[in-house]
C-alpha cells in the first residue's frame, strides 16, 4: 500500500496539530530540528508522558526501544508517521 504525498502531508500535519496540541505551543516554534530536552525543557517523565498521549490521540504504540530513541520533533515524525 503506497502513500501519496496528498494523504502524506495530511498526516504530517495532523501529528503536528496534535504536537502542538499536547505541548500548548503554537505549531510554528515546531520544527524536525527541536529538540525536546534542550528547545522545550521537557524531562524524560515529560517526553513519556508527550509519547504516551500521541500514542492515545493516534491509536498508533512505539516499543520501549523507539519510544527510548525520540529526542527531537523529527523522531517523533519519523516513528509516528511510517
Sequence with gaps: MTTTPMAAAARSASLMHTLSTE??????????????????????????????????????????????QVETVGDLRHFFLR
Excluded at 505549531?27 to 508522558?49: A, N, P, Q, Y
Excluded at 504516551?52 to 523507539?66: V, W
Design 23 to 68: 505541548l500548548q505551543l503554537p505549531s510554528e516554534r515546531l520544527h524536525g530540528f527541536t529538540r525536546l530536552r534542550e528547545d522545550l525543557f521537557l524531562d524524560t517523565m515529560d517526553i513519556d508522558l508527550l509519547v504516551a498521549g500521541l500514542e492515545r490521540r493516534l491509536e498508533y504504540y512505539l516499543t520501549e526501544e523507539e519510544a527510548s
